[in-house]
């Protein structure tokens, strides 16, 4: 389990660390201001803490841009089909007409013409290299630094079952959050289409950065009476930060005066403890190493 950590460092500081890691930051929040992080030696559930994420698209906003992407796809290819269902007799007589100039050209001028049409046909590898550009700007993505809370809050939370409007956030209190703050990496594994974490496990990963956690040792209290708990810290021995695997969502809702806002959250992901911590808790953070090949794989947002 992870139910709190220490993170005492401006987004610049981060950025910094981050950086000198391998690991890319385009964008970070301001170091002091109403959109600036929580830092804290002891972070809590439901504090405003920060994820290392990818933006797809590179553009503004949280959102990602998957849904936009989809949509604007989506219209590209009924404008496509309209046109070329209203196009299929006039191809049709074009394609006659050629076939008729094509018989009565003479020899000559039919070799000037595939010359001419050599000329002008791209070649194979101009075709690759126009294909893996046309791939390289669909996977375009920036990697952020990105405020949210602690405590994941799934996107339908606020859905009205009557109305289009989405509800107030009135039931986001600390006791709802402290059920979300961690995800069980064996939930993840299940191929169910069902459950908080299946709309968000694919599409919606991040690193939460950290200089450790606690945990706390259950011992006998005095006199044998009751149980005394012992917090111990963890962190690395290099003295780098620990980034944590993690999801986030964004849930989105009309205040009372139409006012539309939205609540970005997220969740740490835990794994059974290795024999090191075992002897303080069965379960810990999954922790990646910056600029790792998990790392990156883990951050890519185009792999399932």
């Known amino acids: 389990m992870c139910g709190r950590y220490a993170i005492n460092l401006r987004p610049s500081e981060m950025r910094r660390i981050l950086q000198a890691d391998n690991m890319p930051v385009d964008d970070a929040p301001d170091d002091e201001g109403d959109d600036s992080p929580r830092q ?57 007409e050629e076939d008729e100039a094509r018989q009565n050209q003479s020899p000559e001028e039919a070799h000037e013409q595939e010359l001419e049409q050599d000329s002008t046909q791209p070649t194979t590898h101009q075709t690759q290299q126009q294909q893996d550009s046309e791939k390289q700007e669909q996977n375009h993505h920036q990697f952020i630094l990105q405020p949210m809370k602690w405590g994941l809050i799934p996107s339908w939370t606020f859905k009205s ?56 040792l259950n011992t006998p209290g005095p006199f044998g009476k009751g149980v005394e708990k012992i ?25 009372e005066d139409g006012t539309d806002n939205e609540i970005w959250s997220y969740t740490v992901i835990t794994t059974s403890s290795n024999e090191q911590l075992r002897i303080l808790h069965d379960r810990m953070p999954v922790i990646l190493d910056a600029g790792s090949g998990e790392m990156k794989r883990w951050l890519d947002p185009g792999r399932k």
């Open 231 to 255: 917090p111990h810290f963890v962190k690395r021995k290099d003295g780098k930060l620990m980034l944590f695997a993690g999801l986030y969502d964004c849930a989105h809702y009309t205040d």
């Open 40 to 96: 804290s030696y002891n972070f809590a559930p439901g504090y405003r803490g920060v994820v290392y994420r990818a933006r797809v698209g590179g553009g503004g906003g949280g959102g990602g841009g998957s849904r936009g992407s989809r949509g604007a796809g989506g219209r590209r290819r009924a404008v496509h089909d309209d046109r070329a269902q209203e196009g299929t007799e006039g191809e049709a007589e074009v394609e006659r």
């Open 161 to 216: 079952k009557s109305k289009s409007t989405q509800q107030k956030p009135g039931s986001t209190n600390y006791t709802t959050t402290l059920k979300t703050i961690n995800c069980r990496d064996d939930s993840l594994s299940s191929s169910s289409g069902s459950g908080i974490w299946s709309s968000i496990k694919h599409r919606h990963r991040c690193v939460i950065p950290a200089q450790g956690f606690f945990e706390w």
